[in-house]
């Protein structure tokens, strides 16, 4: 699905995304839920494909095996670790990690984000070799990452790491003149028809 509207902000904003889509630079999508950040990310990717676009969901990487999902693991890494697995960002690399609501991503875990972005390498878990990783982070929050930087909640080196490239992502209510091509298209998706004076 591309990103919907005609107005002149996401008029913009989708010219923005195919010019930045050959590029590796790392893009901060900011926005309110709902404004369409994931759609955005996926119409960077589109732009230039390459590689495998990864969705990672930061709101759902809590207890004790987030680290694995993110890194992998190897065999007997942990209790019930019988097989090695890969984790998302070695799925990712060659093409593009979306980390959909950035400013959920736990603190200890923002630390080896900013190591992937730096270094272009992470080490899975319970394992002693780093693996080496071509990879293009697209982050999006509906978060003021500057705010939660002043409040400690979020790494100041990693924010800057991330926010190379922002694009703000408007809310509905601020692109009225969109309602009826998004109304139009939801109804045709589900099968019925639509017209301005229904």
Known sequence: ??????????????????????????VLLQGESGT????????????????????????SLVGPLMESELFGHTRGAFTGAGEAKRGLIEFASGGTAFFDEVGDLPLELQVKLLRVLQEREFRP???????????????ATHR?????????????????????????????RERRE?????????????????????
């Open 144 to 172: 003021d990452l500057a705010r939660e930087v002043a409040a400690g909640r979020f790494r100041e080196d990693l924010f800057h790491r991330l926010n190379v490239v922002r694009l703000t992502l408007p809310p509905l």
């Open 1 to 26: 699905m591309a990103l919907l509207g005609h107005s002149q902000r996401i008029t913009q904003i989708r010219g923005q995304l195919e010019r930045l889509g050959p590029s590796r630079t790392p």
């Open 178 to 198: 969109d309602i009826p091509l998004l109304v139009e298209h939801f109804l045709s998706s589900v099968g019925r028809p639509y017209t301005l004076d229904a």
């Open 36 to 59: 369409g950040k994931e759609v955005a990310a996926r119409e960077l990717f589109d732009a230039a494909p390459r590689g495998q676009f990864v969705p990672i969901d930061c709101g």
């Open 125 to 139: 878990v319970g394992s002693l070799q780093r693996v080496q990783v071509d990879i293009r982070i697209v982050a």
